[in-house]
């Protein structure tokens, strides 16, 4: 465990000056017109501790990156669900799309308990992020829901959080709802039921073949579930 946590200290280490400079040059062009000085401040420290977090259950799980050229057909699959429906622009939807893909043609040779493992994580780092930035994010307005004109509550949120998957990258999180009850909190929470069931699937797929299959019907329908419900 000591030489684990050692690791992921040196892994965290490796995101170099000019990956910080990138991060802070984005956040500066996304919230330059919508966001005070004090927000962009805590949004950046947010995001980077987001990020050591997130990198450190990556390691604890033994998420390592081990992409190859089958990985490029999410390009397509994100292209073709994104004229669906922009909502399936998610890796909840198109990972699963791939890991069905890989199950009826194994030499694609794609670890399905990674898709099914990032996932988890990505969403429960959502989750955390949105539970903080809902003290202060989110807004009254007079929204269209259920084809009525109503008061309620709108968040639209993006964050880009510098984490190491066996190499820096980028992850961009996105989310955006309308509430007209003010129940947008239960959204962050069931994010993270959401992704702790993923998390435990993935788990329990090392041992449990069957568990595969099992976390690519769970991971897009309790998703789509989740969207239904907010």
């Not at 200290?9 to 910080?20: A, F, G, Q, S």
């Not at 990985?71 to 890796?91: D, E, G, M, S, W």
């Amino acid at each position: 465990m000591l030489n684990q946590i050692v690791l992921v200290n040196d892994e965290i280490l490796k995101i170099t000056p000019v990956y910080i400079i990138l991060v802070v040059f984005l956040y500066m062009l996304m919230y330059r017109k919508t966001t005070n000085f004090f927000i962009f401040v805590l949004e950046s420290i947010l995001v980077f501790v987001a990020g050591v977090f997130m990198s450190y259950i990556v390691s604890l799980l033994g998420l390592e990156l081990v992409a190859n050229k089958y990985f490029l057909l999410l390009i397509p699959i994100t292209l073709l669900f994104a004229y669906l429906n922009k909502r399936y622009v998610c890796l909840a939807y198109t990972g699963s799309m791939l890991g069905i893909m890989a199950l009826c043609f194994p030499k694609m040779d794609i670890d399905i308990i990674w898709i099914i493992g990032i996932v988890g994580v990505l969403h429960l780092l959502e989750g955390i992020l949105l539970l903080i930035t809902l003290k202060y994010e989110y807004k009254r307005e007079v929204i269209y829901l259920k084809q009525k004109l109503k008061l309620g509550y709108v968040l639209e949120k993006m964050w880009i959080v510098p984490v190491v998957i066996t190499y820096p990258v980028l992850v961009i999180l996105g989310f955006s709802e309308k509430e007209s009850s003010g129940r947008i909190p239960r959204s962050a929470n069931r994010l993270i039921i959401y992704a702790l069931t993923l998390i435990f699937i993935y788990i329990c797929s090392k041992t449990l073949d069957y568990m595969e299959v099992v976390g690519l019907v769970v991971m897009p329908l309790m998703h789509e579930r989740m969207a239904s419900e907010g």
